[in-house]
């Protein structure tokens, strides 16, 4: 490890900062879990070879939804039928990257079904 001189330091700090605060933020959303999984596979086997850090994939919290209907359409209230959807995320963060990181992740083709949210 090179030492830094003192009067350099707070300059060498914020440069850090700078680069280090300029993230990319994606999340994955899918009803189906093995679509999220790829597709972030895909997303970060694709930003490393531009040679950005990656942090993730971070699995989120799945939002299970579940919907309650009545079996018969007149009588019989007591008779329900339970419907359940569940919504599995995922979360990559970009740390340091380049114009070739933005250009693979434009030139990036993910399978339907996935939701994807992108955040500078």
């Not at 694709?46 to 209907?69: H, Q, Y």
């Not at 599995?88 to 340091?96: C, F, T, V």
């Amino acid at each position: 490890m090179t030492l830094i001189p003192f009067a350099l330091q707070g300059l060498y700090t914020k440069i850090l900062y700078i680069t280090m605060s300029q993230k990319i933020r994606i999340k994955l959303k899918s009803f189906d879990h093995n679509l999220v999984e790829k597709s972030a596979e895909k997303i970060v086997k694709n930003v490393k070879a531009t040679g950005a850090v990656v942090s993730g994939p971070i699995p989120l919290p799945t939002r299970k939804r579940i919907i309650t209907v009545n079996r018969s359409t007149f009588v019989n209230k007591k008779s329900r039928e339970q419907f359940e959807v569940s919504t599995y995320k995922r979360l990559i963060d970009i740390y340091s990257s380049t114009a070739k990181t933005v250009d693979a992740l434009m030139k990036l083709e993910l399978p339907c079904g996935v939701e994807v949210e992108i955040k500078v």
